[in-house]
């Protein structure tokens, strides 16, 4: 019996189909059982993760100060909801290489700011601290790119390098209510570069759906543009800029951005998970 059954493995025309019917019930258990447990054990490593940074990570009184100041949808967050952003912005200056150039010295409280922009447009997918980029290089001022080869206010480089003028930050956050923010515009392009660099483990966050269906309706209203409508000209040069400055004016007049560019405004509350109209708690679900 032994040998015969030796023989039987040894036959090649026995082993394939065996091999095959093994793999699709290996695949079969996965995609039945081992799927959903996946889920729940990504999920409780996200519960103890989101616990430990809550923990570990805070801000001074001086710098909740700044924000309670300086950022109205911090200020206007619930309790819970301003600890979880603290911790987020916290996490994301400590992660980060600080960069000054042309004579920018860098402060603690310029990190707290520009940390302070990407935490709340990613808030309803805490803890979000855009792992792929690295360092954040700040300027005075515009300054001339080589690779483009003109000047900008500010940019997002795919080798995980964030520019900014802080010139452009600082006058785009004193007004509140004109859709002109290059803070949230850079942070909106290095979220959208987050949600697709697969090799992070921060990716594939956004509805995929919401965001497909975003820039087809992007496409289609770029191709039938036409002057005078309530977002500015820059939004419709292609579909990632109108994504960009559309968070600008989600998070600067979300009220006049929902009465006038209602599907845009639905989009947007769908992607990033928020509603900045519920101000205590924007996070959607």
């Avoid at 300086?70 to 600890?83: D, E, M, T, V």
Wanted: hydrophobic share 40%.
């Amino acid at each position: 019996m032994e040998n015969e059954f030796k023989d039987l493995l040894s036959n090649s025309d026995f082993i394939l189909p065996v091999f095959i019917l093994f793999l699709l019930a290996f695949w079969a258990a996965f995609a039945l059982l081992g799927f959903s447990i996946f889920k729940i054990v990504t999920g409780a490593a996200n519960f103890i993760f989101d616990r430990y940074i809550l923990l570990v990570y805070t801000l001074s009184s001086q710098e909740k100060g700044t924000l309670e100041y300086k950022i109205s949808f911090y200020k206007n967050l619930n309790a819970s909801n301003k600890r979880k952003f603290e911790c987020n912005v916290k996490y994301f200056i400590t992660k980060k290489e600080f960069e000054g150039r042309d004579g920018c010295l860098v402060t603690s409280e310029m990190k707290l700011l520009v940390a302070a922009a990407a935490t709340q447009i990613a808030f309803g997918h805490f803890p979000t601290i855009y792992e792929h980029f690295r360092r954040i290089v700040i300027y005075p001022d515009k300054y001339f790119s080589g690779s483009t080869q003109r000047y900008h206010f500010g940019e997002v480089q795919s080798n995980g390098v964030i520019k900014l003028s802080w010139k452009s930050f600082t006058e785009g956050a004193a007004i509140h209510n004109d859709g002109i923010h290059v803070g949230y515009h850079e942070m909106a392009h290095a979220l959208k570069i987050e949600d697709s660099t697969l090799h992070d483990m921060e990716h594939c966050f956004m509805d995929k759906y919401a965001l497909q269906n975003f820039h087809k309706y992007a496409n289609e209203r770029i191709r039938n543009y036409t002057e005078g409508t309530y977002m500015r000209n820059y939004a419709f040069s292609n579909s990632e800029e109108f994504f960009a400055v559309s968070i600008e004016y989600f998070f600067e007049t979300p009220a006049q951005l929902k009465k006038h560019e209602p599907e845009v405004y639905n989009y947007l509350r769908t992607i990033l998970n928020l509603d900045p109209l519920i101000h205590q708690n924007p996070v959607v679900a």
